[in-house]
């Protein structure tokens, strides 16, 4: 049996050690948050979970107060909502919050937060130009633009205790506080192994997909999951499709095997497919050694010829094929059926020996 | 506890290495074992730097210790396994002083080591191709497994001894039957009731008999004549094999190659036809992970040119053989032929994997897939087999002439031959040329400066490359990818190979290293 607590008057289970927000999320009660990271210790940075527990002294953030037995919490209060609204006009002057020209413009939860409490208008003086360090984009893959930065220190969670590449921290003091690496270097001179993580816990415009610059609004595009064609992890992908064509790919969150994460060849290695490289058509080899261009009727002709004259001349057993382990499962499969079924001959491997 | 042996789980599985260092994080001991420091080093409790292909002794000489100190798991070999008394002499001829002089490991850590690896429970072992790419190589596997039945880790969560697969599909090729011994779901071609069912199902007279060729004998036989045609599809053997000049000499050898590709590669070079195929993101099928976990792959985008999926193509051969095959889809393939066809997979429906696949074994659509293999010990086959094994050194070792040991494997921005990363925008940013690696004390002898050209020669074949100075590996050694067509490794690595398995040893080779005038 669990205990109870009293969440906006109504007696709500919790278990042992629970923090409010995902007691109340259980209980049915959504509180917005901007700075939690699921799997990772709760910071209580923004304080846009701010809840009235009843006999505090002031407001409390929801993702790092544990539920106590009895305890009563309100989460829609005039007070509650007065003060995340304030959180929410402070981030917005912290920065430059110019949705018309961010990535992230349709997939951010501070701008959500901005339209939820109906702020139209600037309530402090925006931040200094002169007080914004300067957009990183050296790298090939992730643009830091801290001008969008509302340092709710997810990013630092994910790089240090979810992935573990401990590459980025909190770094200065007070208004110089920024995310770092070590020795406050770009990305690409530091010990970032492009994973991405920070930019797929990124509520805001501050990490995006420099690949994905301009290629589709989050409202245009269509997501299809899918797995990850490099090596035998199997993590589950959403490619980001606009037009036809893949603009990014992000981890799906709570998925197996992979619980929203991927590394620099999942999440940036995907444009292959596009290489003006890619054979489109049949070649065939001339006897001059060159190839030219064929049918697939012709090319599929020749194939099948010349594999019933080597059968009819020398066996089935002078034909031999690799099948390939990075294609899906249904080709290994007509593979092996064709060298068996058709040819007649067990002459059929691929490189899992090697 | 987690135990990695030749494994380099942060480049060549990094998902999978975050969990891990996640379970660090939480409070899990880690050993790992491998002749260089590699990153997970700075997450270990103990690395254990061994020598190149001296794992057989060195787990020998650890059992030599459970045993000798009474730390094995008695209740679990007496219960679970058998071939206990062989293992018992065996692990007796390795002493830790003997283990010790072939792995480089001082005696009193192998016991410590063996003492740390009793004191936690269950513990997991994993292996890449550390273990598997030696002369040795099912040696070494089964030495793992041997390892984790006498710790009585065998069939539990957060136990077993877990390969990480290192292609996308290279588990579900082999589930396929893309092997020239077993039928899909590993139903031995030599078994006449397994015949029986797929010519049925196949609407053939016979199938043959007898299993074919694995790989390296197929190579081999395009030069002695008995193969004529060689139908290489999605794989860059020029680069991938080792010896480049010999397997190049192999493929021109072919009198009718057939490369089925999405890209032109080193292979094409030497084909007769060349079709081209739908890519990842242009099909619908299933890949299967090194977790045996079926899961869907989706249509994203449209293939090039006139390109068709690879199974159409499989599809229309067979045609003209003579063959009409009714599937016309992956998922026709899969639903009707697949998994009606091999028992470990016939509760695997395309309707049940619409959100995260299920595990194989998976006998009934009911069924809810198998996280864990022998479960509780009760092994597939029974009892648990322990195999007494003898360590061999690896077919070449550094002499006088050739005095460094090479070492290969992958690197973390890279797939491969670059087929596919190497036509990523921004991806040869991160990583644009090969290496050799070399420790410092050895770059210092010989006056070698990191980023200097270097020619490194081996018996086969001769690269000049960069070398890399780092602590990341032990003196003594050369460490080298296969990324870079010119100064890839393969052009220097030994073609010799387990003799069950046929996997080559790339783990190690003799080469010698020069500064360049």
């Not at chain 2, 696949?357 to 087999?385: A, I, N, Y």
Request: charged share 25%; with cysteine; proline share 5%.
């Amino acid at each position: 049996m669990s205990d109870t607590f009293i969440l906006n008057g109504k007696e709500t289970p919790f278990m042992p050690g629970q923090m409010i927000l995902d007691a109340a999320r259980n209980g049915g009660i959504e509180i917005p948050t901007l700075c939690y990271l699921k799997g990772a210790a709760p910071t209580g940075a923004c304080r846009v979970c701010c809840v009235e527990v009843k006999g505090a002294r002031s407001l409390t953030a929801a993702c790092s107060t544990p539920v106590t037995p009895g305890m009563e919490v309100t989460t829609d209060s005039d007070f509650v909502h007065r003060a995340r609204k304030l959180n929410v006009e402070l981030l917005l002057a912290s920065g430059r919050h110019n949705c018309l020209m961010c990535q992230a413009n349709g997939d951010c939860r501070l701008q959500d937060l901005a339209y939820f409490y109906k702020i139209t208008e600037l309530q402090f003086k925006e931040k200094d130009e002169k007080d914004i360090y300067p957009t990183e984009d050296m790298n090939p893959f992730i643009v830091r633009d801290f001008s969008r930065c509302i340092l709710c220190g997810r990013c630092v969670q994910a790089c240090n205790e979810l992935v573990v590449n401990r590459a980025i921290s909190q770094g200065y003091r007070g208004s110089e506080s920024k995310v770092v690496t070590g020795g406050d270097s770009p990305y690409n001179e530091s010990e970032c192994v492009f994973c991405g993580q920070c930019v797929q816990v990124c509520p805001v415009g501050a990490l995006t997909e420099k690949k994905a610059k301009g290629l589709g609004r989050p409202w245009e595009v269509q997501k299809i999951r899918t797995t990850c064609p490099y090596c035998g992890v199997g993590c589950q992908q959403w490619l980001h499709i606009k037009d036809g064509k893949i603009v990014k790919v992000t981890a799906v969150e709570d998925a197996q095997p992979n619980q929203g994460r991927l590394c620099v060849k999942g999440r940036f290695a995907y444009d292959f497919i596009y290489s003006a490289e890619r054979l489109k058509t049949p070649l065939i080899r001339e006897k001059d050694g060159e190839f030219r261009e064929a049918s697939w009727d012709e090319a599929l002709d020749l194939v099948a010829d010349k594999f019933k004259e080597i059968i009819k001349k020398d066996g089935p057993d002078a034909i031999a094929g690799v099948s390939c382990a990075r294609s899906i499962n249904e080709d290994s499969y007509q593979m092996q059926k064709l060298f068996r079924a058709a040819i007649g001959t067990n002459n059929i491997d691929h490189c899992a020996r090697t | 506890m987690i135990i990695l042996v030749g494994t380099n789980i942060t480049e060549a599985h990094p998902v999978a290495a975050t969990f891990v260092k996640d379970a660090v994080l939480a409070g899990c001991k880690l050993i790992v074992i491998d002749p260089r420091r590699t990153d997970m080093v700075d997450f270990a409790d103990t690395h254990v730097p061994l020598n190149v292909g001296s794992d057989v002794a060195l787990i020998n000489g650890i059992m030599n210790v459970l045993i000798s100190e009474n730390l094995y798991d008695k209740k679990y070999v007496e219960s679970c396994t058998e071939g206990f008394e062989d293992l018992k002499k065996k692990a007796m001829e390795y002493p830790p002083e003997r283990a010790a002089g072939i792995s480089g490991i001082p005696a009193d850590n192998i016991r410590e080591l063996a003492r740390k690896m009793a004191s936690v429970k269950p513990a997991m072992l994993m292996y890449t191709l550390g273990i598997t790419e030696h002369i040795c190589g099912v040696n070494n596997v089964m030495s793992c497994a041997n390892l984790q039945m006498l710790l009585g880790n065998v069939g539990f969560e957060c136990g077993g001894v877990n390969p990480q697969r290192g292609q996308n599909n290279v588990q579900g090729a082999c589930d396929m039957g893309a092997l020239p011994n077993v039928f899909p779901g590993y139903q031995q071609v030599a078994n006449a009731d397994a015949r029986a069912k797929f010519e049925k199902a196949w609407n053939v007279k016979s199938l043959p008999d007898k299993p074919g060729m694995m790989m390296p004998t197929m190579m081999k036989n395009l030069t002695t004549g008995k193969v004529k045609a060689f139908y290489v599809f999605g794989e860059n053997l020029a680069n991938t094999e080792p010896d480049i000049h010999h397997v190049e000499r192999e493929l021109q050898s072919a009198e009718f190659l057939v490369c089925q590709d999405i890209f032109p590669t080193e292979t094409t070079r030497f084909a007769h036809v060349v079709l081209p195929a739908a890519a990842w993101s242009e099909n619908e099928g299933t890949f299967s992970s090194s977790e045996r976990r079926v899961n869907r792959v989706r249509t994203a985008s449209v293939p090039p040119g006139v390109a068709k999926p690879n199974w159409w193509i499989f599809k229309e051969i067979a045609k003209r053989m003579g063959h009409d095959w009714k599937s016309n889809s992956a998922q026709e393939i899969w639903d009707n032929e697949v998994s009606v066809l091999a028992p470990s997979l016939a509760g695997i429906k395309y309707a049940r994997l619409e959100n995260d696949g299920l595990q194989w074994p998976c006998p009934s659509e009911e069924h809810p897939g198998t996280p864990t293999l022998h479960r509780d010990g009760k092994f597939t086959r029974g009892l648990g087999m322990l195999k007494a094994i003898d360590y061999i050194p690896p077919a070449e070792v550094p002499d006088k002439e050739y005095p460094f040991v090479l070492s290969t494997g992958r690197r973390l921005y890279h797939y491969h031959t670059r087929t596919q990363t190497g036509r990523c925008q921004g991806i040869n940013d991160l990583l644009g040329e090969e290496t050799a690696d070399i420790s410092a004390g050895d770059a210092q002898a010989m006056g070698i400066a990191d980023g200097e050209m270097i020619s490194v020669k081996s018996r086969r074949g001769e690269v000049k490359v960069k070398a890399r100075v780092t602590r990341e590996v032990p003196k003594g050694m050369v460490w080298m990818a296969f990324h870079f067509r010119e100064a890839c490794a393969n052009w220097l690595t030994n073609p010799v190979y387990d003799p069950v398995t046929q996997t080559a040893e790339y783990k190690a080779c003799a080469v010698k290293i020069d500064k360049l005038k």
